[in-house]
């Protein structure tokens, strides 16, 4: 008994400690005007949008690979013409990137969540899907997985999309460029509510998407160099996660009926072929 007793005080200290993320220590509000505002001791973080500005903030460390995980609960109500973005991307004209972004909706309509994949300053690698819940009710987990072998895109622990490593077929992939985590809430009506035929109501106004849990369980680069030691990998299980049976089926489940826009199946758009990823194996 008392042996199982200091097993679970172990267990529970450990989960202390892995969800212990405090945006005082992780994160920089980088723009705004006050309009972003770290509360509750470094446990809540807030993004706020009105007529004059949105807002956005950063992580303080960057990172070359990594899993990282927020919870975000998303603008309620007619958030036509918003868009709340959370991606990892790197400095510089050639830039690296790994986007979530949420594309607001008129009141009873669903968000649409917008995933791309940029190397090298490229991207057009859209995939777009429907939730299958109410993203502004409660917060939900968004987690981009990051390794060497491939990048995935979850929600609550569900994958919706994989991006493999491919350049031995010739596809360039996101791997050399040390990344920071960014968020932004701003005004994009010119586009994102049914292609921009739905402008931003700011009687509405100001309009919050909030955020809890950042974690980070990631290859900090620092100075040239990263914080992940090549001898001992099995601390950094996510470094060679890939998807098992099971998240496959998810996967699957996911894209057959919340998909709705894929670049792979976007022949008008493509006259040429499609990409080389679309056509792999």
């Known amino acids: 008994m008392r042996t199982s007793l200091l097993l679970l005080s172990g267990l529970i200290s450990f989960v202390m400690v892995a969800s212990a993320a405090n945006f005082n220590q992780d994160i920089d509000v980088t723009w705004g005007d006050g309009r972003g505002k770290i509360l509750e001791n ?6 706020t949008l009105d007529k004059f500005s949105g807002s956005g903030f950063q992580s303080k460390n960057q990172y070359l690979f990594g899993k990282i995980d927020m919870n975000i609960k998303l603008v309620p109500g ?20 790994i986007d979530f972004e ?16 940029y190397t090298q300053g490229k991207g057009d690698k859209e995939q777009q899907f429907y939730l299958w819940f109410d993203p502004t009710k409660d917060f939900h987990t968004y987690s981009l ?19 493999k490593n491919l350049e031995t077929t010739g596809v360039a992939f996101p791997k050399s460029q040390p990344m920071s985590v960014y968020s932004s809430l701003w005004n994009a009506d010119d586009w994102a509510t ?6 931003t109501d700011w009687s509405k106004a100001p ?22 030691s090549s001898t001992s990998p099995s601390q950094n299980s996510w470094l060679s996660q890939e998807l098992d049976i099971t998240s496959q089926e998810k996967l699957k489940w996911v894209q057959k009926n919340y998909m709705i826009y894929n670049y792979c199946t976007d022949t008008k758009r493509f006259p040429q072929g499609l990409p080389k990823e679309c056509t792999a194996p």
């Open 42 to 47: 470094g446990n809540l973080l807030t993004l």
């Open 194 to 199: 049914r292609g921009g035929l739905v402008k």
């Open 102 to 117: 949420f594309l607001g909706n008129l009141s009873g309509d669903p968000y649409i969540v917008h995933t791309n994949v």
């Open 145 to 163: 997985l990051w390794n060497p072998q491939r990048i995935i895109f979850s929600v609550d622990g569900t994958p919706i999309r994989e991006f």
């Open 207 to 228: 309009f919050t998407a909030a955020y809890r849990n950042y974690k980070a369980d990631a290859c900090v680069w620092s100075s040239g160099k990263s914080s992940c």
């Open 78 to 97: 007619n958030s036509a013409g918003t868009v709340t973005t959370y991606y990892l991307r790197s400095e510089g004209s050639t830039w690296d990137e």
